[in-house]
C-alpha cells in the first residue's frame, strides 16, 4: 500500500480511487481530523491555533503570508509522508481566496519538487474521458505497487 | 479561548456517496444500518456518514461498496458528523465543502463508465473542442458572408 496525495485535497472522486484500487488517499481531512480530536484551546472553526503559521515557516517563508503558511501546518506533512500523488489541472471547484490559491500553487509546486512519482489529469467530461481517466490512474496505482514490490 | 475537549477521539468518519439507477440514498441507508454493527450511521441526502473505529468502518465500507460498486463512492472527513463548527443547522445557508460536492457529483457517471469498461490500458481519447475565440466569432458576424 502506498500512500497517494490527492490535489484536489479534498476531492471525492480521487480519494475513492485511490482506496478502491488498494493504496492510501492523503488528503486534507487527515489533517483537519487530527486537529479536531486533538485537546487544547478552541479555535474555531477549524481548532486551529496562532502555533500553525510558525509550524508552516517549514515550508513556506516569513514574507508568506500567515494564511498560507497556517494551510501549509496542514498539508505539509502530509505531503512529506506521501510517497506519490495524483494532481487533477485546473480543478474548477478548487478555487478560493488568495491563501486558498497560493497554498494550492505551493502545494503542487512541492509535490513535483519532491521527485515522487506524479500523475496529471483532467476531469473527464464524457463517457470515453472517465473510461481513460479511471484507466490512468488504475494503470498508475498498479505501476507503483509494482514499484513498492521490487 | 475556551477550553476544547473533542468528541469522537480515536474514530475515522467517512462520507458515502451514492448515485444509483438501481439503488437509493434510503435503500442503502436500510442496508446499512442491518450491517452496522456499532458504527455509527447517519443519513444524508447524498447516502450518509459513517463513524466508527477505523477497522470497524473499513469493514462496513467493503460491505457497502458490493451493493453496487460502480455507483458507490467514498471519501475521509475531519469532521465528526453534527459538528457544530460545519454542521449547516448552526451555519445556515450551504455546509462549506457543499459546492465541491455538487461539481463532483456532476462528474461521477463519466467515473461510473470508467469503472465498468473493461481494464485494457488506457484508450487514446479524441482532443476537446476549443470554445469559439469571441475575435473569430466577430470576424464572421462582420464578414456578413450569406
Given amino acids: ?150 | 479561548m475556551a477550553e476544547y475537549t473533542p468528541a469522537y477521539v480515536g474514530t475515522v468518519t467517512k462520507y458515502v456517496f451514492i448515485e444509483s439507477p438501481h439503488l437509493t440514498p434510503k435503500d442503502l441507508a436500510l442496508r446499512a444500518y442491518e450491517i452496522s454493527g456499532g458504527v455509527m450511521i447517519k443519513e444524508t441526502c447524498f447516502g450518509m456518514q459513517v463513524t466508527g473505529k477505523p477497522d470497524e468502518v473499513e469493514t462496513l465500507i467493503a460491505r457497502i461498496r458490493e451493493f453496487d460498486p460502480s455507483h458507490i463512492y467514498v471519501k475521509d472527513r475531519g469532521f465528526p458528523p453534527g459538528d457544530e463548527r460545519r454542521c449547516r443547522a448552526n451555519l445556515g445557508g450551504a455546509r462549506p465543502g457543499y459546492l465541491g460536492h455538487e461539481f463532483e457529483m456532476g462528474r461521477i457517471r463519466y467515473i461510473a463508465r470508467g469503472l465498468e469498461a473493461p481494464a485494457t490500458g488506457v484508450p487514446a481519447v479524441p482532443e476537446r473542442r476549443e470554445p469559439l475565440d469571441a475575435r473569430k466569432l466577430k470576424e464572421l458576424m462582420e464578414a456578413e458572408e450569406p
Fill in chain 1, 1 to 150: 500500500m502506498v500512500k497517494v496525495f490527492i490535489y484536489p485535497a479534498t476531492s471525492l472522486i480521487l480519494s475513492d480511487m485511490v482506496a478502491r484500487f488498494g493504496h492510501e488517499p492523503i488528503g486534507s481531512a487527515l489533517g483537519i481530523r487530527e486537529r479536531i480530536q486533538t485537546p487544547g484551546f478552541e479555535s474555531p472553526p477549524l481548532q486551529i491555533t496562532p502555533e500553525e503559521p510558525k509550524k508552516g515557516l517549514k515550508w513556506a517563508a516569513v514574507e508568506v503570508p500567515s494564511g498560507v503558511r497556517g494551510r501549509m501546518a496542514i498539508y505539509g506533512p502530509l505531503i512529506e509522508q506521501s510517497e506519490a500523488a495524483i494532481i487533477i489541472r485546473e480543478a474548477e471547484f478548487a478555487f478560493g481566496c488568495m491563501g486558498c490559491a497560493r497554498t494550492n500553487e505551493l502545494i503542487q509546486f512541492s509535490l513535483r519538487h519532491r521527485g515522487i512519482p506524479v500523475l496529471d489529469l483532467e476531469y473527464p467530461s464524457s463517457d470515453e474521458e472517465g473510461i481513460a481517466f479511471v484507466a490512468a490512474i488504475r494503470e498508475f496505482l498498479a505501476g507503483l505497487a509494482k514499484e513498492g514490490q521490487a
